[in-house]
Nanobody
């Protein structure tokens, strides 16, 4: 079992930057992929960025490409999301998630690291990011 805890959420002005962190604890050796998702009351949860913690391969949603950077510090079991050039439409609850190599999941239509939430087993409680215009 893995537990994840997000931090770094805040309110910022449009054009500003923010870095989210997610610390994993527990059976972290079972983690292969980690990802950030976001959700608002008006939209379904969407994958923002994902990373293969073994080889560093990353994947981004089109809406954040060139503005957000996902990275992982395996020694610290911590995932980051550097967010630059923030827009009001980036306002959302952001969630960290990890997979589990020992848990079978079904993902179709995409290559790893996955942006689809079906690939992920453990989820954080979420943290609010608010971008004002």
């Amino acid at each position: 079992h893995v537990e994840v805890l997000e931090s770094g959420g805040d309110s910022v002005q449009a054009g500003g930057s923010l870095t989210l962190a997610c610390t994993a604890s527990g059976d972290t050796d079972s983690v292969g992929y980690m990802a950030w998702f976001r959700q608002t009351s008006e939209k379904e949860r969407e994958g923002v960025a994902a990373i293969d913690t073994d080889d560093g391969t990353t994947r981004y949603a089109d809406s954040v490409k060139g503005r957000f950077t996902i990275s992982a510090d395996n020694a610290k079991n911590t995932l980051y999301l550097q967010m630059n050039s923030l827009k009001p439409e980036d306002t959302a609850m952001y969630y960290c998630a990890t997979d589990d190599r020992d848990v079978w999941t079904v993902v179709t239509g995409e290559e790893p690291p996955y942006l689809g939430q079906n690939a992920y087993v453990y989820w954080g409680q979420g943290i609010q990011v608010t971008v004002s215009s």
